[in-house]
């Protein structure tokens, strides 16, 4: 998720139970072109040396430069395999034909995968949605493009480019898309939950699910789906352990990009990992004016010391 996923979050949501993690998405252009001390795309490249299971995602809509790209982070050891991105659906994206607007453009799409194809050896994913519009909904057509162009595997969002993320996902044509291909499908959409996974799995027979907004405030939400699928009751994390992880993710967020910037990029993920908890809305208000460290300690553990009370 760009804008969220960098590696303090990443790393969370692999101590939580995530076996497969992506980076935001990075725009191939500017992944070619930006110079090498580039502050930007070295966030953006930026990795911890304990992530396992790393996958590149990279948005853009010429193949050649898509193709160089994936060239390029292919010869970086840290990256397991690359994902394409054709589900954004920001306009400053669909704009100029990148993202899910390539789900309009079979031809291209396909033209851009063959030649990423020819340009890596790792494991190369496609992140889709399933259309444009509820007048085009052409998933089926588009996955088995897709495999016939070298994808190793797809992962569908149940949702059109118009619905953005509003709306329920559609399972059913994750399923149709299962059915359709022989590469895996991973099913994306509306995990929010870890016992709506078994539905979602019985529903669309996919080979692995993708989490998104559910992991937001919530990476525990990896290991209760896995206790939910070996039949167990998924266990609840206590107040002590929320602190512990947000106390993680802040130092962290501090050693990343600095005191200054970490307690900025932070208040999303408190307001995230407060959310629920008695009292979070005037925690929040404290946290988003706040511009130390030490204060910021101070107000985080006042508040789950209450809750723990
Ligand atoms: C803030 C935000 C940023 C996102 N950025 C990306 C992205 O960079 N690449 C991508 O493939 N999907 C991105 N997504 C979409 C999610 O990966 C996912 O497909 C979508 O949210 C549906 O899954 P969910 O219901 O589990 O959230 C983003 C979603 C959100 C809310």
Request: charged letters at 20%; proline letters at 4%.
């Amino acid at each position: 998720m760009a804008g969220i996923t960098d590696w303090p979050f990443r790393l969370r949501c692999q101590e939580c139970g995530a076996d497969e993690l992506v980076t935001e998405m990075v725009s191939a252009m500017g992944l070619l072109q930006a110079p090498s001390d580039s502050r930007a795309y070295q966030h953006l490249l930026a990795f911890h040396e304990r992530e396992r299971n790393l996958t590149i995602q990279l948005f853009g809509h010429q193949p050649d430069i898509m193709a160089g790209a994936a060239a390029r982070v292919s010869l970086l050891p840290q990256y397991k395999g690359i994902d394409l991105n054709f589900g954004c659906p920001a306009p400053k994206v669909t704009g100029s034909g990148s993202g899910s607007a390539l789900m309009k453009n079979l031809a291209r799409s396909e033209q851009i995968i063959r030649a990423v194809r020819k340009a890596t050896a790792k494991p190369l994913s496609v992140k889709m949605r399933i259309g444009w519009d509820s007048n085009h909904i052409n998933a089926v057509d588009f996955a088995k493009m897709c495999e016939a162009a070298g994808a190793d595997s797809l992962c569908v969002h149940g949702r059109t480019r118009q619905q953005q993320y509003a709306g329920r996902a559609d399972w059913g044509v994750i399923a149709q898309v299962k059915q359709a291909v022989s590469i895996p499908v991973i099913a994306n959409g509306d995990v929010f939950t870890p016992q709506n996974v078994q539905v979602l799995l019985n529903q669309t027979g996919a080979d692995g699910i993708a989490v998104g907004r559910g992991a937001l405030g919530n990476p525990w939400l990896f290991g209760q789906i896995k206790q939910v699928l070996r039949g167990e009751e998924p266990s609840t994390p206590s107040a002590e352990e929320i602190l512990k992880t947000a106390l993680s993710h802040l130092q962290d967020m501090v050693s990343f990009k600095g005191e200054h910037w970490a307690l900025i990029e932070m208040r999303k993920h408190f307001a995230w990992y407060l959310k629920g908890t008695h009292g979070a809305a005037a925690t929040r208000a404290q946290i988003n004016t706040i511009d130390s460290l030490d204060k910021l300690l101070a107000i985080l553990e006042q508040h789950f010391d209450k809750l723990e009370a």
